[in-house]
């Protein structure tokens, strides 16, 4: 009876997945009937991972299932966040045997009754280590993970540091000194994203200060930081970094910009806490056109992630990967009420490699921001707003910028 059981399971396990394809996670639970090869089934969803874990007792079991009790042969898929789980009661006592097929996971346990051997599954689930080895998964397998989706912790510093060096050489196209260039800035974003049917948010304030050398125009040394919300299917996680860059001039047109950055990312939601240690260098290369300006930009970085204690969670999920970012922006100057102001448009094209596979590995980004001509330095200062798309495998993402410098 109990392989009859297992035979269905896997049969129906692309249809749990269905089932919360609007979740974060999701458990479908299968009942045994009194009838041979007859059974009973039923769904929860949940948008954090707390809630998820809640499903896991005997009460909730016989919610979804009517008919289940103490003695019941069941067992269930379930999805964390685009990782299949599965666990079995497979005859009628307490055991209660947890596998997680792409780990080669596969252990049980058995209380005094079900509801402590499905409250040991849930300490082992949290205190283990086994979420660090999930978290590496669902990078593999999931658009939302919290640390390689669109949105998340190394995306956001790959992005960071490429559009620190892109910004500063516009910047610096004029050769401006310190004296007459503004240091100090600080943006916002707002972004909508679909994730694989999944709807979320995305909001980014990032803040740079810029020492501009005096006797060698363009060269300049920047500090920069930056907090991220990430809101998806109703569980929100956050991270934030501080980096410092050193852009150096090869030549009037070409400039070389190494990066070092630390970030660390925490969500009892999405049950993930990770820090990461990164390094970068940038290429930016600016060819004057008659009434453009065009900068060519490349850049590599490498990304790892190191153990993080946050709350009841304490991991390093052992994520590492080299971002290649590559993109053009062009300058245009135009005037508008007697301002000079400049709309810049930007493409870029990233992809993760030599390391741990990414779900979304290669993403690409449209721009175009209007505002003051940061060339002019007008009044010392300068605003410029902005709308970005960004494409990857199952994810878009629409986002609105907004940055002043003074």
Same mark, same amino acid.
């Given at each position: ?16 997945? @269905? ?64 990782? +299949? ?9 307490? !055991?209660?045997?947890? #596998? ?34 999930? $978290? ?18 190394? +995306?956001?510093? @790959? ?52 020492? #501009? ?8 040394? !920047? ?23 050193? #852009?150096? +001039? ?10 070092? #950055? ?16 990164? @390094? ?58 007697? $301002? ?15 390391? !741990? ?17 940061? @060339? ?18 199952? !994810? ?11």
């Amino acid at each position: 009876m109990a392989v009859l059981l297992g035979a269905g399971l896997i049969g129906l396990s692309g249809a749990a997945a @269905a089932s919360c394809s609007n979740k974060n996670y999701g458990l479908d639970l299968y009942v045994m009937g009194d009838m041979p090869q007859s059974e009973e089934s039923g769904s929860r969803c949940a948008n954090t991972a707390d809630k998820f874990f809640d499903l896991l007792n005997g009460e909730s079991f016989s919610s979804i299932v009517p008919s289940y009790n103490d003695f019941s042969i069941a067992n269930a898929t379930m999805n964390f966040n685009g990782v +299949p789980l599965y666990f079995d009661f497979e005859s009628s006592d307490t !055991t209660l045997r947890f #596998r997680i097929p792409s780990l080669d996971v596969d252990v049980s346990f058995s209380g005094s009754d079900r509801d402590e051997s499905a409250d040991l599954l849930v300490d082992y689930l949290k205190k283990s280590g086994i979420l660090s080895r999930i $978290m590496r998964e669902q990078a593999a397998s999931s658009p939302t993970s919290p640390i390689a989706g669109p949105g998340g912790m190394i +995306p956001t510093a @790959a992005a960071a540091d490429f559009d620190a060096a892109m910004s500063e050489t516009v910047q610096a196209l004029n050769g401006g000194s310190s004296s007459d260039s503004p240091s100090f800035s600080v943006g916002a974003s707002y972004g909508t994203m679909d994730a694989d049917g999944k709807k979320g948010q995305v909001s980014n304030i990032p803040m740079s200060y810029v020492w #501009r050398s005096d006797s060698t125009p363009g060269q300049m040394f !920047t500090l920069s930081g930056s907090v991220t919300q990430v809101t998806i299917a109703g569980g929100t996680s956050y991270h934030g970094g501080l980096g410092v860059a050193f #852009r150096m +001039p090869v030549s009037a047109r070409w400039a070389l910009t190494p990066s070092l #950055r630390y970030s660390i990312t925490g969500s009892a939601d999405m049950a993930s806490v990770a820090g990461m240690y990164s @390094a970068g260098l940038s290429s930016t290369y600016h060819i004057p056109l008659e009434s453009l300006d065009l900068v060519i930009g490349n850049m590599a970085g490498y990304y790892r992630t190191n153990k993080v204690s946050l709350g009841e969670y304490s991991f390093d999920p052992k994520i590492h990967t080299w971002s290649l970012r590559n993109g053009v922006m062009v300058s245009q100057p135009v005037n508008m009420f007697g $301002m000079p102001l400049a709309v810049e448009y930007s493409f870029v094209d990233t992809r993760y490699t030599g390391g !741990t596979e990414f779900f979304v590995d290669n993403t690409q980004e449209i721009g175009v921001t209007i505002g003051t001509n940061r @060339a002019g330095n007008l009044s010392k200062k300068f605003t410029r707003f902005g709308l970005r798309y960004l494409h990857g495998r199952e !994810t878009n993402t629409v986002s609105l910028t907004g940055s002043y410098w003074f």
